[in-house]
């Protein structure tokens, strides 16, 4: 699985869940376990409550391949259970389109005329393994269900901010595969409360990708026509799925 592909996959599943109330002060270290369960619960019950969102982003990925890292910016809409995210170059042209809805998602490069398709676990969140190869639990009602898939961790950051308040605090969330043949080594969120500020994505190839929200906006309007891809005449249509078209 492509690391475009394992990216998209990680972005479909966690953006319901990109903004939430303020966590509770940090527990004693004896009680870490309990801290953990606490933030995932406060943060999946503010993701069944969200209608919309738009974020923008500035996405640094750093290849084994390349000499010097790929810098790209981007912007991300979810709605209705419906994600859309725009990625552009340097010189604004679009690199790549994601699209997830009605139990698809779909990468498309419109340079290269190509679109990627993978058919999601029970028609409304990415794929449970399987052909894909990855675990995406994020959809389900209880996000504190990651536990069966990842080692977690929540980590107060070192460089904290004077202005602070108490449930303020920047903190990253930490998530290790327990398959050793994951294709993902670790995936690191960072949070200001429970507002999202980054997240990194490190390949078990030594790939890694990084994305700083740079804008975002809670429950804006979103015309449905941004869930639509426009493709040129010769487009190819790949699944990488294993399953067949309908």
């Not at 969200?50 to 982003?57: A, G, N, V, Y």
């Not at 996405?59 to 391949?65: S, T, V, Y």
Request: charged share 35%.
């Amino acid at each position: 699985m492509t690391s475009s592909l394992r990216t998209a996959l990680f972005l479909a599943a966690i953006v319901p869940a990109l903004a939430e109330e303020a966590p509770k002060p940090a527990a004693p270290p004896a009680d870490r376990a309990g801290e953990i369960d606490a933030f995932l619960e406060a943060w999946g019950k503010r993701s069944r409550e969200i209608r919309s969102l738009s974020l923008r982003f500035r996405q640094e990925k750093k290849l084994r391949i390349l000499r010097r890292p790929r810098v790209s910016e981007g912007d991300l809409v979810y709605a209705d259970g419906k994600l859309s995210v725009i990625i552009r170059g340097k010189d604004g042209a679009v690199e790549s389109e994601i699209l997830m809805k009605d139990g698809e998602l779909k990468i498309h490069y419109p340079r290269l005329k190509r679109v990627e398709l993978v058919a999601l676990a029970g028609g409304s969140g990415p794929p449970s393994g399987g052909s894909t190869g990855f675990t995406m639990p994020f959809f389900a009602e209880d996000p504190r269900n990651l536990k069966r898939d990842f080692e977690i961790s929540l980590v107060a950051s070192d460089d904290k901010a004077k202005d602070a308040s108490p449930g303020n605090e920047e903190r990253t969330l930490e998530l290790v595969p327990k398959d050793p043949k994951s294709p993902l080594k670790k995936v690191r969120m960072t949070f200001r409360g429970l507002d999202f500020k980054e997240y990194v994505q490190v390949d078990a190839s030594g790939d890694e990708s990084r994305m700083t929200i740079t804008a975002s906006e809670m429950n804006p309007r979103v015309p449905e026509g941004r869930f639509e891809l426009a493709l040129a005449e010769g487009t190819t249509f790949v699944r990488l799925d294993g399953s067949q078209d309908k």
